[in-house]
């Protein structure tokens, strides 16, 4: 369906996908600026590692619409591959909207195959308030019996109701899974200065989506909204996108209920700011958590890039959140697009095709 130039755009690796990311900024004509943050540490091969953020269209426009890519480290491939798509297609944009790609937000986690980052947080469930006290899980006992053994990853990745409380966000264990932290992590601290640079207050309309992938059925694009269903944000999203709204408020979605996301950060930016997530699926939860338990177990030694068994690890890992898959890479490219378009029609008052 699409050719392989046109594929092209997928990397596995941080550095081929920042290349091909910051190419297609140079080429294009609408790109206003980039700015990058550089990371303290760097990746695998001694690379530098950035979060790039390019900045399309008019950059006062009174929509915004941002698309972030890479928060879970290793899910990075998949939305910077959506980015270079749109950076290569796109001439022009509505005269009233203003896209921002951020590219690569953990860019730790995408050059050592993570999803957390180098501190180990899980960066979608450390948007909570530090100086108050920490959200409370009853996750541990989970962790500890795949740990001890007295329970197999697939008992968990196949009963919902595990999985849920397995990865609804925990504060207590920084060995564990789905650790939230004990303060802002510097992809956190990189949201809150884009946010301070959007003047948010000056805005009309602004729209997040945060490209994930890893669960879900394999090549479906899932919409996922965390708004309370009474909320003016959460209505501009059904208008946008209709019946394919996800909400795990109301039980359908392939997501549960979480602690700290990034969603709330947004959230709590004001009733013209929505935030949703666009997350596709690959090959479901169990073969997930053997990914992640076995890079879990992983970081918490010295990781070396050239022992056998650390490639063997994250190439599993790369393998699994951005599979090297024509069919896969197919299905994300035409979702992507979709998305993308119906959101900046909607943005702009043009009319979207989820209108009913
Ligand atoms: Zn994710």
Redesign the pocket.
Known sequence: MYTDAVLNVFSQRYADAREKFMSATEMSSIVDKVNSYKHPLKGPKGEKLFCDIAWLGNITAPKVLVLVSG??GV?GGIGSAIQSDFLSRYRRLPADVCVVLVHALNPWGLAWASRSDHEGIDV?RNFVDFSAPLPTSQSAHIWQDLINKKADIDAVGGNREQFDLLSEGQYEDQKALYFGGTKPSWSRECVEQLAGQLHLAEREQVMVIDL???LGPYGHGELISDHPVDCAARQSLVDIYGATLTEPVLGTSSSGLKQGLHDYFWHAQGDHVSFVTLEFGTFGSSEMLRALFADQQLQQQKVSWQDDKTREIKYAMQDFFCPDQKQWQELVLFRGRQVIEMGLNGLSGLDGHAHN
Do not use: D, I, V
Request: proline share 0%; no cysteine; hydrophobic share 15%.
């Open positions: 928060l879970h899910e979608n994930h992938s890893g």
